[in-house]
């Protein structure tokens, strides 16, 4: 991937601030289960299998969800909220799970997480055809924070990838979520 595809594919998108009112939830059954935690670091959200969750844990530090949102005690109101990131490919099946999500979340079902945002995963290396980059931007609209992340070539041969060796580009997305969340002292 050259640096002007990367740099094309990687932005950072802006949405909601937080849940609205009026917004219906999702019907019984149709969005993702819960677990209860007072886990203060980051917590990755797969919203559909193959998303990326464990890769995110395993780049960025966080624990993976397996696609159920992590919740707090009402019982305890010293505990912070659980930081939460959705992820999810970037192909029609990743977009319309993490609308779904975004939905849930908006309607105010989840109110002991803050939720930062939605990172999109490319599911292929080369240009992204028009119908998913549109999809993506509405997408993006129903949640605070979205950043697209580009085909990494060795990162699927290798399953790590170094972060010195990534082109400029991709670095800033690491960057900016280091101001979005702060992780907790070990």
């Given at each position: 991937?050259?640096?002007?595809?990367?740099?094309?594919?990687?932005?950072?998108?802006?949405?909601?601030?937080?849940?609205?009112?009026?917004?219906?939830?999702?019907?019984?059954?149709?969005?993702?289960?819960?677990?209860?935690?007072?886990?203060?670091?980051?917590?990755?959200?797969?919203?559909?299998?193959?998303?990326?969750?464990?890769?995110?844990?395993d780049l960025l530090g966080g624990v993976p969800c397996h696609h159920r949102w992590p919740s707090r005690s009402d019982?305890?109101?010293?505990?912070?909220?659980?930081?939460?990131?959705?992820?999810?490919?970037?192909?029609?099946?990743?977009?319309?799970?993490?609308?779904?999500?975004?939905?849930?979340?908006?309607?105010?079902?989840?109110?002991?997480?803050?939720?930062r945002g939605l990172v999109v995963i490319a599911d292929a290396p080369g240009k992204l055809p028009r119908v998913l980059?549109?999809?993506?931007?509405?997408?993006?609209?129903g949640v605070p924070q979205t950043w697209t992340l580009p085909w990494i070539e060795e990162l699927r041969l290798q399953?790590?990838?170094?972060?010195?060796?990534?082109?400029?580009?991709?670095?800033?997305?690491?960057?900016?979520?280091?101001?979005?969340?702060?992780?907790?002292?070990?």
């Amino acid at each position: 991937m050259t640096e002007t595809e990367i740099r094309d594919a990687v932005e950072v998108l802006r949405g909601v601030a937080g849940p609205q009112q009026g917004l219906l939830g999702l019907a019984a059954g149709e969005g993702m289960a819960r677990f209860l935690t007072d886990n203060p670091e980051v917590f990755w959200l797969g919203v559909h299998g193959g998303s990326g969750e464990n890769t995110m844990a395993d780049l960025l530090g966080g624990v993976p969800c397996h696609h159920r949102w992590p919740s707090r005690s009402d019982a305890d109101p010293t505990v912070p909220p659980a930081d939460v990131f959705l992820v999810a490919r970037q192909n029609h099946r990743g977009l319309k799970a993490a609308q779904l999500a975004a939905r849930d979340w908006a309607a105010g079902s989840h109110p002991t997480i803050t939720l930062r945002g939605l990172v999109v995963i490319a599911d292929a290396p080369g240009k992204l055809p028009r119908v998913l980059h549109n999809l993506t931007r509405i997408t993006a609209g129903g949640v605070p924070q979205t950043w697209t992340l580009p085909w990494i070539e060795e990162l699927r041969l290798q399953g790590t990838v170094d972060p010195e060796s990534l082109a400029r580009e991709p670095r800033k997305v690491p960057r900016n979520w280091a101001l979005v969340w702060r992780p907790a002292p070990k």
